[in-house]
């Protein structure tokens, strides 16, 4: 059981929940940037929720099988087509030996999860089927697919029925223009009182070169730092702090330009200050923005944030009640 | 003949020329055929080709150089 990669896309992974526990050795968690996506994906072919699948981003790939297979695409939408048919988006459908997946373009969001019953059986390392591109880790060889690949499947774990879907509402949209919630941190008063609120006013724009290891906004006005004496240790420039670890999700402002968050394949430390961190509950958002999607910052405190955590958990419980098997 | 427009294969900043002191990829009355590069569309620090996938004449850009697409949207005319 195996799929040709016959067109990779412009770059198609290997991803699954991710390689936790390996950050402060510098080998980031990875992952789907998506992860409640690559869950329902998994579970509408009777996965368990971290089987290997693929992430595809902007452009789907075109994949031939060389056997009968349950498949499905969600997240993004990347309408799937079957020898050219269109075929239903977030539903399992039967896929024959033979038989080609292709995507029409991409009509919203960023990331398409496309799970087949068994999972993409490469190999673990650390714990995790994922690539990470930069560190040439785990997935196939460490890289993004190329036309000519076989991708070994899995043996299904249980068998379930095509035509399983998740209903509309649990699907979670794409907002336009995004908002995202951020927890003010530990280098939040390295920020005049201007420049924090300038943060949260502005409106930004998602950059075009953002992608799994960090997502970048422009269009904002320059954060003012306060003045101080760089500590020893530090760089010269005021966004510079003595060197610490970066969290997933914080944001960091090289300069005070350009706000980036770090996501799945982020860099586990350095010397830029991080205003922040944007909620657990908003990263798979992030992972769904395209180039120049309009995105404000919306600040929260701990109990908000918990809460909702909260809530993006009770959410994946209804989608785990609507596809149990 | 018939006019048909092409779409942007993803979504990125949408490029006419190769570099900035270079002349477009094709202007207006060109022949174009199947393979050729009409474009260029960067996003995530990758520059991709958009390639004819029909041959005809060059009409004209529906985009400006370095503007932002989406997905979907006509990028050029084409004669056919």
């Given at each position: 059981?195996?799929?040709?990669?016959?067109?990779?896309?412009?770059?198609?992974?290997?991803?699954?929940?991710?390689?936790?526990?390996?950050?402060?050795?510098?080998?980031?968690?990875?992952?789907?940037?998506?992860?409640?996506?690559?869950?329902?994906?998994?579970?509408?072919?009777?996965?368990?929720?971290?089987?290997?699948?693929?992430?595809?981003?902007f452009?789907?790939?075109?994949?031939?099988?060389?056997?009968?297979?349950?498949?499905?695409?969600?997240?993004a939408d990347?309408?799937?087509?079957?020898?050219?048919?269109?075929?239903?988006?977030?539903?399992?459908?039967?896929?024959?030996?033979?038989?080609?997946?292709?995507?029409?373009?991409l009509r919203q969001g960023a990331?398409?999860?496309?799970?087949?019953?068994?999972?993409?059986?490469?190999?673990?390392?650390?714990?995790?089927?994922?690539?990470?591109?930069?560190?040439?880790?785990?997935?196939?060889?460490?890289?993004?697919?190329?036309?000519?690949?076989?991708?070994?499947?899995?043996?299904?774990?249980?068998?379930?029925?095509?035509?399983?879907?998740?209903?509309?509402?649990?699907?979670r949209p794409a907002a336009t223009p995004a908002e995202l919630r951020v927890?003010?941190?530990?280098?939040?008063?390295?920020?005049?009182?201007?420049?924090?609120a300038s943060f949260f006013a502005d409106t930004w724009k998602v950059a075009p070169e953002a992608?799994?290891?960090g997502y970048r906004f422009r269009g904002g006005r320059a954060l003012?730092?306060?003045?101080?004496?760089?500590?020893?240790?530090?760089?010269?420039?005021?966004?510079?702090?003595?060197?610490?670890?970066?969290?997933?999700?914080?944001v960091?402002v090289?300069?005070?330009t350009e706000p980036i968050v770090?996501?799945?394949?982020?860099?586990?430390?350095?010397?830029?200050?991080?205003?922040?961190?944007v909620?657990?509950?908003d990263m798979d958002l992030i992972g769904q923005m395209q180039p120049h999607t309009p995105t404000r910052f919306v600040e929260?405190?701990?109990?908000?944030?918990?809460?909702?955590?909260?809530?993006?958990?009770?959410?994946?419980?209804?989608?785990?009640?609507?596809?149990?098997? | 003949?018939?006019?048909?427009?092409?779409?942007?294969?993803?979504p990125g900043t949408f490029?006419?020329?190769?570099?900035?002191?270079?002349?477009?990829?094709?202007?207006?009355?060109?022949?174009?055929?199947?393979?050729?590069?009409?474009?260029?569309?960067?996003v995530m620090?990758?520059?991709?080709?958009?390639?004819?996938?029909?041959?005809?004449?060059?009409?004209?850009?529906?985009v400006?150089?370095a503007d932002a697409v989406m997905a979907g949207q006509?990028?050029?005319?084409?004669?056919?």
């Amino acid at each position: 059981m195996a799929i040709e990669v016959m067109k990779p896309g412009l770059s198609t992974t290997v991803q699954d929940l991710g390689r936790p526990g390996y950050y402060h050795l510098g080998i980031p968690l990875s992952g789907a940037m998506d992860r409640a996506a690559l869950r329902a994906a998994n579970l509408l072919v009777g996965n368990d929720e971290g089987a290997a699948a693929l992430e595809a981003v902007f452009l789907g790939p075109e994949l031939r099988f060389t056997a009968d297979a349950l498949v499905t695409v969600t997240g993004a939408d990347l309408p799937p087509k079957l020898d050219g048919q269109p075929q239903p988006g977030w539903t399992a459908f039967r896929v024959r030996a033979g038989q080609v997946l292709s995507f029409g373009f991409l009509r919203q969001g960023a990331r398409a999860y496309v799970a087949v019953a068994g999972g993409i059986d490469v190999p673990a390392v650390l714990g995790s089927r994922s690539t990470y591109v930069l560190g040439a880790l785990g997935g196939l060889d460490g890289r993004a697919l190329r036309a000519g690949d076989m991708l070994p499947l899995g043996v299904p774990p249980r068998d379930v029925a095509k035509g399983r879907t998740v209903p509309e509402a649990l699907r979670r949209p794409a907002a336009t223009p995004a908002e995202l919630r951020v927890l003010p941190g530990l280098y939040w008063h390295r920020l005049t009182a201007s420049a924090q609120a300038s943060f949260f006013a502005d409106t930004w724009k998602v950059a075009p070169e953002a992608d799994r290891i960090g997502y970048r906004f422009r269009g904002g006005r320059a954060l003012d730092f306060v003045p101080r004496e760089q500590p020893f240790g530090a760089g010269s420039d005021p966004s510079n702090i003595v060197d610490s670890g970066y969290p997933y999700g914080s944001v960091q402002v090289p300069g005070g330009t350009e706000p980036i968050v770090l996501h799945r394949d982020a860099v586990s430390g350095g010397g830029y200050f991080m205003l922040g961190t944007v909620i657990s509950a908003d990263m798979d958002l992030i992972g769904q923005m395209q180039p120049h999607t309009p995105t404000r910052f919306v600040e929260v405190d701990m109990s908000a944030a918990l809460a909702a955590r909260d809530e993006r958990a009770a959410r994946l419980q209804q989608v785990r009640y609507a596809l149990q098997t | 003949m018939a006019t048909t427009t092409v779409q942007a294969p993803l979504p990125g900043t949408f490029y006419h020329r190769s570099a900035p002191d270079q002349p477009p990829f094709k202007a207006p009355g060109d022949a174009v055929a199947i393979g050729d590069t009409l474009g260029l569309i960067e996003v995530m620090k990758t520059f991709t080709p958009v390639a004819a996938e029909a041959a005809g004449r060059f009409v004209r850009f529906l985009v400006d150089d370095a503007d932002a697409v989406m997905a979907g949207q006509p990028l050029y005319e084409l004669e056919t």
